[in-house]
């Protein structure tokens, strides 16, 4: 089945600086990346997602990139504020229903 | 309803009971989703309802482990003889469409502890 590598495991910030999370993936057949945003105790919500015939999508302070070449996609999120601090998940899926997550990133942006 | 509803938040089972979690999809939402996420972990898929059928059980763990839906809306996965290793939040994602490739709605899940 699909496996899912996060990297890295915990990342600090200083407020307005960028943060990027890396991710690689298995199988060559996913064709669908979203990446979600879990805060403490609360559900993981969908913050940007792309599908494997686009390689870069971007949605304000966010954007996610592509690399089906070489099986990665990143998250990069830029002028990071205290509200972006949470845990961040990457997932892949094969047949658009099941979702295999990377292990999580824990995104800590300083004041 | 405005979003994934899951019942009870919390549930502390003693090792050996039955325990039984409950999911209330977003009203409409043709595929209804049941993942674990251990503490750490990232989720991990359980199984997939489209309607009232089971599509996807293959991310069940034992056989301890049922989910159903019948009416095509709410869904209860169920653990029989609970077991310590069991203890994780489950979480409920719902989705309109048929594959799911709107991507998911999570709820805020059920945390069991198995003590």
């Known amino acids: 089945g699909e496996n899912v590598e996060q990297h890295p495991s915990t990342l600090s910030v200083q407020e307005g600086d960028s943060a990027v999370i890396k991710c690689t993936y298995s199988d060559s057949a996913s064709n669908y990346f979203p990446w979600y945003k879990q805060e403490l105790g609360k559900r993981p919500q969908l913050i940007i997602d792309i599908r494997s015939n686009v390689g870069e999508k971007k949605d304000q302070r966010i954007a996610v990139t592509l690399n089906k070449t070489a099986k990665h996609f990143s998250l990069h999120i830029t002028e990071t504020q205290p509200e972006d601090s949470a845990v961040y998940f990457c997932?892949?899926?094969?047949?658009?229903?099941?979702?295999?997550f990377g292990a999580g990133t824990t995104v800590t942006v300083r004041a | 309803g405005a979003g994934v509803s899951q019942s009870p938040r919390y549930k502390v089972a003693k090792r050996g009971q039955d325990v039984a979690l409950r999911c209330d999809p977003i009203?409409?939402?043709?595929?209804l989703f049941w993942y674990q996420q251990a503490l750490g972990q990232g989720p991990e898929f359980l199984t997939y309802?489209?309607?009232?059928?089971?599509?996807?059980k293959s991310g069940l763990p034992s056989d301890r482990f049922f989910a159903e839906r019948p009416e095509g809306s709410v869904s209860t996965l169920k653990i029989q003889r609970t077991q310590q290793e069991d203890s994780a939040v489950y979480l409920c994602?719902?989705?309109?469409?048929?594959?799911?490739?709107?991507?998911?709605?999570f709820g805020s899940g059920t945390r069991l502890t198995v003590v």
């Open positions: 994602a719902s989705s309109r469409s048929a594959e799911g490739s709107y991507g998911y709605t």
């Open positions: 009203s409409g939402h043709v595929s």
């Open positions: 309802f489209q309607n009232e059928a089971q599509l996807d």
């Open positions: 997932a892949a899926s094969t047949d658009d229903y099941k979702l295999s």
